[in-house]
């Protein structure tokens, strides 16, 4: 399967700390993205960092990658209740499909 | 924009009956995409349009499944005869133009189909 894997499947944290999600991918890529989901609702793109891309910021988000071990990490700083969703890494590579990873389900407490 | 529209929300059917979900993608995205997602298999890609065109349906699972487009801002996935199996949650996205400087996809709200 092209399918990428997160890593932790699950986690749980308080607010105010940070969340760190792992996601590994299989082939070369021209792009890696990062979703949210909301239970029962579409997925929402969240940051795409290129392949010559090392790390991206927007907000609280802070993504890296590396091309060499075919992983990227997402880092939520400060996180909120609101936070609470699943994550999902999504990777492109000359073709207009994404191929998205297992997800990471994000639980944080008030 | 009213983003990505999806109907029904909800479907609960008998097994064997047909099944058409609709989506209306965002106005000028030129990609148009269904895919299933379930707990098992998470979220996989069944196959993408682009200008109204199917360029891979790969990911089909099987002759029961269809999809058209017949213009830029309506498409159908359907199953005919559905099973059990099929149960899921449907989404449709969108995305405007490639080599634009994002390549975002635009989700709907989903379908949940539930086939008993």
């Known amino acids: 399967s092209q399918q990428g894997e997160e890593d932790p499947q699950a986690l749980s944290i308080q607010e105010g700390e940070n969340a760190t999600m792992n996601c590994s991918y299989k082939t070369s890529i021209n792009n890696l993205q990062w979703y949210r989901q909301n239970s029962g609702r579409g997925l929402v793109h969240l940051i795409l960092i290129r392949s010559n891309e090392r790390e991206k910021h927007s907000g609280r988000l802070r993504v890296t990658l590396d091309t060499s071990k075919k992983s990227s990490s997402l880092l939520i700083t400060a996180s909120r209740a609101a936070d609470t969703a699943s994550y999902f890494c999504?990777?492109?590579?000359?073709?207009?499909?994404?191929?998205f990873g297992t997800g990471t389900r994000l639980q944080v407490f008030p | 924009d009213a983003g990505v529209i999806q109907s029904p929300r909800h479907e609960v059917t008998e097994m064997g009956q047909e099944v058409t979900l609709r989506c209306k993608p965002i106005s000028g995205h030129d990609y148009l995409f269904w895919y299933r997602q379930t707990m098992m298999r998470g979220l996989e890609l069944l196959i993408y349009f682009n200008n109204n065109v199917p360029i891979d349906d790969s990911g089909m699972p099987e002759d029961r499944f269809s999809a058209k487009m017949p213009n830029a801002s309506f498409s159908t996935l359907k199953i005919q005869p559905s099973e059990p199996r099929d149960s899921a949650v449907y989404f449709c996205?969108?995305?405007?133009?490639?080599?634009?400087?994002?390549?975002?996809?635009?989700f709907g709200p989903g379908t949940r189909l539930t086939v008993l």
């Open positions: 999504a990777t492109d590579f000359n073709t207009d499909k994404l191929i």
């Open positions: 996205a969108s995305r405007g133009l490639a080599g634009g400087p994002h390549n975002e996809q635009f």
